[in-house]
């Protein structure tokens, strides 16, 4: 059974770093690409970018080049979003989710990661 | 960047109706590209449509997607109670992928 587990509610400060993670099980993690999906407060889906693990392929949407980073772990079919210095608008729920093979769509999901920050 | 909107932003209905959301994009989506997703509150959403007709697996076949271009529809044929509930499509034809803002679909 495919899985993608999320890490834990963040609660950070203005200023701060942020590394939150996607663990995939039940396939073979180096060879999909994971989305990475934001959804602010009482919002709408955003698709944030991609990544693939297996070379470390990298798409940002434009809306969020620079502003975010994507990684993995293969070792441990782990995938990261990380922000080096988050601001108050990046309070809201991160979903990472498995884009199906050869295609552009999701067909499975984590529960989300909730992300607030506030001074 | 291909822009999604979808119609109505809220539509309210009774167990048993019909349901017809609309997602028109900014431009032709490549290959009927798109695909339709349900957001119930406190969950992750779920894959409804690809291919902007194909019913991803366990999904009922009241669910249906049709359209091609730059307009396509979810049809509801009749409501469940547990069909109520947020509805967004995404076009995956070009990147950046992008979604619609979202239909809301009320208990009437």
């Known amino acids: 059974e495919v899985q993608l587990v999320q890490s834990g509610a963040e609660l950070k400060k203005p200023g701060e770093s942020l590394k939150i993670s996607c663990k995939g099980s039940?396939?073979?993690?180096?060879?999909?690409?994971i989305v990475w999906v934001r959804q602010m407060p009482g919002k709408g889906l955003e698709w944030m970018g991609i990544?693939?693990?297996?070379?470390?392929?990298?798409r940002y949407s434009p809306s969020f080049q620079g502003q975010v980073t994507f990684s993995a772990d293969k070792s441990i079919s782990t995938a990261y979003l990380q922000w080096s210095s988050l601001k108050a608008s990046d309070t809201a729920i991160y979903y990472c989710?498995?884009?199906?093979?050869?295609?552009?769509?999701?067909?499975?999901w984590g529960q989300g990661t909730l992300v607030t920050v506030s001074s | 960047e291909i822009v999604l909107t979808q119609s109505p932003g809220t539509l309210s209905l009774s167990p048993g109706e019909r349901a017809t959301l609309s997602c028109r994009a900014s431009?032709?989506?490549?290959?009927?590209?798109l695909a339709w997703y349900q957001q119930k509150p406190g969950q992750a959403p779920r894959l409804l449509i690809y291919?902007?007709?194909s019913r991803a697996t366990g999904i009922p076949d009241r669910f249906s997607g049709s359209g091609s271009g730059t307009d396509f529809t979810l049809t509801i044929s009749r409501l469940e109670p547990e069909d109520f509930a947020v509805y967004y499509c995404?076009?995956?034809?070009?990147?950046?992928?992008?979604f619609g803002q979202g239909t809301k679909l009320e208990i009437k």
């Open positions: 431009q032709s989506v490549s290959s009927n590209y």
């Open positions: 989710a498995r884009q199906v093979a050869y295609s552009g769509y999701m067909a499975y």
């Open positions: 039940g396939y073979n993690f180096p060879a999909y690409w």
């Open positions: 995404q076009q995956y034809g070009s990147s950046p992928r992008t």
């Open positions: 990544f693939y693990p297996g070379d470390s392929d990298t």
């Open positions: 291919g902007a007709s």
